[in-house]
């Protein structure tokens, strides 16, 4: 048996003892050290401090609309630490979707085919290689919602393939172990986001289950202890959720500030300034090694770095946030 058989065997029977309960695991979790922040959520939005010399840190956000509304309030926050931000996600396009070519949402009569690049095998893959020759992130940061969302194979499909299902499991595994070797062949280090904690239209769906959350970042955990240190666990699951022992979409922040979009789903501006100062600084200790050698790199233009995601701009409206 190929260890990469015997891993997705691990990881189903890892899955199915998940399944039933949420165990908590907080922080940043790399080459076996957990650093916890769960405890430590600032009040308000944290101003950022901690601003290093040298050259900017270049983190490159991929995955679907989560992580593109994510990264406009993580844009705001970037110049202030010395963080040049790359937001390269696409609505409606994950790892999970290019690998089955999902049609979404779980409701029928409404599905619609997934976008390009996730319309044709490898394609999602290829435009992440042409990012990584133009933009040369020191970090890239990967963060899906439809990874853990029913989807289904074609337009007429019965029945949804989803997160718990041992045959996509295994595949999605597979699939995110391809995705940390890709992402990491230029130098940069991977941070996979774990779960987002959802609440469709504030009501909720079959979509907006912890077991899934756990389960999802089950694997991600997988991953990471597997890619000899190329790829990195952050939980902003808990920081999105609470403490509770059940996480759970909140659409306010510790102090009341809208942080979450109201469509249950998105983020709001906040929702990314809030997460900033702890990203950021994980992403710095990680780069570390590699930001000691490229001091010297020509700095990226001004139009690539720190933009509004174009998305946004457009459905702000829409996903029900006030921003």
């Known amino acids: 048996m190929t260890s990469k058989r015997r891993h997705a065997g691990k990881v189903r029977a890892g899955v199915t003892r998940l399944a039933l309960a949420w165990v908590v695991v907080g922080g940043l979790v790399t080459a076996g050290l957990v650093v916890n922040f769960v405890h430590n959520r600032p009040p308000s939005i944290r ?48 790892l999970g979707i290019a690998l089955v070519k999902g049609w979404l949402p779980s409701q029928p009569p409404n599905r619609w085919p997934p976008p390009a690049p996730c319309n044709t095998p490898g394609l999602l893959q290829k435009q992440w290689a042409d990012d990584l020759t133009k933009f040369l992130p020191d970090v890239v940061v990967y963060t899906s919602f439809l990874d853990v969302a029913n989807m289904y194979p074609s337009a007429t499909a019965p029945d949804p393939v989803f997160i718990g299902q041992p045959a996509y499991d295994a595949q999605l595994t597979t699939s995110l172990d391809d995705a940390v070797n890709l992402l990491s062949s230029t130098g940069a280090k991977v941070v996979l986001d774990s779960s987002p904690p959802t609440l469709f239209a504030q009501r909720g769906d079959v979509d907006d289950d912890p077991a899934r959350w756990a389960a999802y970042n089950a694997i991600l955990r997988s991953v990471a ?99």
């Open 47 to 94: 101003a950022i401090t901690n601003r290093h010399a040298g050259r900017p840190l270049r983190i490159m956000l991929v995955g679907d609309s989560t992580m593109g509304t994510l990264g406009v309030g993580l844009a705001k926050q970037a110049p202030a630490a010395n963080v040049d931000l790359i937001n390269r996600a696409v609505g409606g396009c994950s």
């Open 225 to 323: 202890e597997q890619s000899d240190g190329k790829a990195t666990v952050f939980d902003i699951t808990t920081f999105f959720g609470g403490t509770g022992p059940v996480p759970k979409m909140q659409l306010y922040s510790p102090t009341g500030v809208q942080w979450r979009c109201g469509d249950g789903i998105h983020f709001d501006t906040a929702g990314g300034e809030f997460l900033a100062p702890s990203l950021f600084d994980a992403a710095w200790k990680l780069a570390a090694p590699r930001l000691a050698v490229t001091q010297h790199e020509t700095p990226l233009p001004p139009k690539d770095v720190n933009q509004v995601w174009p998305a946004y701009i457009t459905d702000a409206a829409k996903m029900s946030c006030p921003n």
